[in-house]
């Protein structure tokens, strides 16, 4: 069983430098990734079963035991996101495979998504904060080469906006963890709980929020978001949906785990991640209003979305951290197969101005019931998944008696979903507008496959809907993990 | 030497950050190297039991200093110079496409903007509102940037010098053209 855990990390590593070998056959490449990426989500739910029944599993790297060595943990949390993001990843690399477009520029496409797949998986499953930070370098690394790919102008320009406040953010973190060291002693993760005990009030406050705005650069929260909707929309489609989708939640994963797991309750920034929370939710919302793209709307919801995950962590409560792993599930989801829609759209009408769209839904049926799952979804319309998840956060925030949060992501899901009418009404109602050359027509194989790969995005999300009640006990579980870190501690350092 | 050094780092990192903030994109990069730079100190900084040997002979069984602190910093100084190395490329890349140094704004951005100034405009003179597409209307050197700089690239061009006026490349068609600066 302790295979499973550096199985999903190791396996793409070694498929992305297989991938680059066999470079110049496509088909080869293909076959590695989609290969690759099949049996790390296999082995990721088989972990899921495995963790929720049995408890934690922890592997010590190298064989130097816990706070010496590097500490892989595959605990709940670890679990389910490994779950989600190799299913998006598997998805989103079909839909890439079907379109072609993203594909043919380069032979660096299969290697770099690939990285970006163990990088993202590193980052779940290590309990170390020094390694988290390699894993999260990893996958920016990767992402840096997808966003870039074809160097066209455009590109280089968003590209360049993105790898600078990523740098940034790594530096800071960077300056975090020398600070931590230098005053707790260790890094490990399980370790530096009760290490960081020990230290002044002040110092814990100072890394808590320290660690928080290096999350936050990374997760695009409020005064830290602004890069996401320049940098993100010039991709092709599957590489903006899996930054959009996956990327930005590593993120709140590490935001999540560092805040729950390293700081005592009086250390941890609850008041300020509400507030964060709801400005964030605010801002995301009506900056997707002011767009006239779908892509770029999506990317300001993006930075909405990323406001409820953090409204449940700041309230630190068991059903407000559930509430949050539930909407971070049904959200990846959702949002990754809403930008392959608006991958589909743009491939049936050649742009993605809402101007020069109308009457889509003659043209494309099936993409317009896809858009239209998927949105009503992220809005939280019932009885999709979205819905579920708001429930589970706004009865989080009024068992709390934090009124005004609630207040606030109500006022943001209207919101959202008058920005996702308007692109209905733009796009599917109206007449056909003679719009720019069609990149493809409807039919073909290559549209089937990408067609079927939204589609199955689409359906895990109402999956997550219909099995609503399993999968919310699942995240009450894990958070009731996150709040009493005691069991991780135990697992890791055996004591 | 901890407070010599510790100034050190806070000097590099304040260089740095005055770089970064910067718009010509060969001083980011600088910018950035500074910073991780300032990084890697602290983590030198940060060893347990500092002013030890770091290593110690087989005759001389004496306490060493922490090595940890070595190890990390030794990570963060690859991943630095890989991102930087990346950074310079991506620069590069930008004076091939633009023929200039400098981030750009977002088209995006400006389309937003410009819509904004008509909207006022009209609502002041009772006009109505524009609900049409913000790109009708727009030359192309409107959208590729500005007119200067689309005169510079166009005599550039011209001396047979490189630079890619409107940015659409081949798939592919990744290595430098021309001969270069």
Redesign the interface.
Known sequence: MTALVSLPVVLPLVAAALSIVVGRYRTAQRVIGLVTLTGAAGMAIALLVHVDSQGPIVVDAGGWPAPVGISLVADRLSAIMLCVSSLVLLAVLVFAVGQAEAERIHVGFHPAFLALSAGVSLAFVTGDLFNLFVAVEVSLMASYVLLTLGGRREQVRAGMTYVVISLMASTLFLTALALVYSAAGTVNLADLRLAIADLPGGVQDAFALLLAVVFGTKAAVFPLYFWLPDSYPTAPAPVTAVLAGLLTKVGVYALLRTQTLLFPGSAQPGTLLLVVAGVTMLVGVLGAIAQDDIRRILSFQVVSQIGYMVMGLGLFTVAGVAGAVYYMVQTILVKTSLFLTAGLIERTTGTGRLARIGGLVHRAPVVAVLFLVTALSLVGIPPLSGFVAKVALVEAGVASESYAIVAVALVASLLTLYSLVRIWTNTFWGDPLPAGPAVASEGGRGWAVMVGATAALAGLSVAAAVAAAPLYDLCARTAADLLDPARYVEAVLGR | MSVLLAFVAAVL?GV?TYL?LQRQ?SR?VIG?GL??H???V??V????GRGRPAFTTGHDKGPFTDP??EA?AL??IV?TF??TA??LA??Y??WL??HDDE??D????R??ARRTAEDETRRVLGGPLSD?????GLTDTDLAGDPDRQRDRDRDRDSGRPG?A????P??A?GPRGEGP
Not at chain 2, 106 to 109: F, L, P, R, T, V
């Open positions: 990192m740095g970064v994109l980011i950035v910073m991780g300032g990084a890697n602290l983590f900084l940060s060893a347990q940890l602190p990390l990570t963060g991943i890989a991102v990346f950074l991506l620069a890349r930008s496409v633009t981030v750009e977002a088209i995006e951005d389309l937003i049409s597409d913000p790109e009708a890619d409107d940015g659409g490349d798939p592919g990744d």
